[in-house]
């Protein structure tokens, strides 16, 4: 699915007062993030964003990298299209899908 299609997809699966929608939300991860970090996410454009490479961050700190980007780089901010509470839960999946 192409990235438009993708947001798309997400924006009518989540209203805002929504529950983030996990299938959505790994779906984006893995389509969108990985177009720039890889499909595994062990980097490509962007750098490395499977768990071990994440050591220097928190929820906090990866909600905010991914919700304002970082100016001056080719990493975009998610605030336009995701929630803080959508931004948190792909912390949580960052920080916990391969431990070790
Ligand atoms: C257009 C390409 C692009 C897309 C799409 C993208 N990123 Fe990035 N991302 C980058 C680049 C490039 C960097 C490195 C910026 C720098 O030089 O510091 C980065 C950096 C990061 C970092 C900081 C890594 C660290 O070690 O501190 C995180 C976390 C991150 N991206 C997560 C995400 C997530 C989650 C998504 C999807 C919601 C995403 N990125 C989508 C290009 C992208």
């Known amino acids: 699915m192409n990235r438009a299609l993708v947001i798309l997809a997400l924006a009518a699966a989540t209203p805002a007062w929504a529950e983030p929608d996990a299938a959505a939300l790994e779906r984006l991860v893995l389509q969108d993030c990985g177009s720039c970090h890889g499909l595994t996410l062990k980097g ?16 906090d700190s990866l909600a905010r ?3 304002d980007g970082i100016p001056g780089t080719p990493m975009p901010p998610w605030r336009p299209l995701l929630s803080e509470a959508e931004a948190r839960w792909i912390a949580a999946y960052l920080l916990e899908r391969d431990p070790g």
């Open 44 to 59: 490509g454009l962007g750098p490395d964003i499977r768990t071990g490479a994440l050591g220097h961050h928190d929820n």
């Open 65 to 67: 990298v991914i919700l």
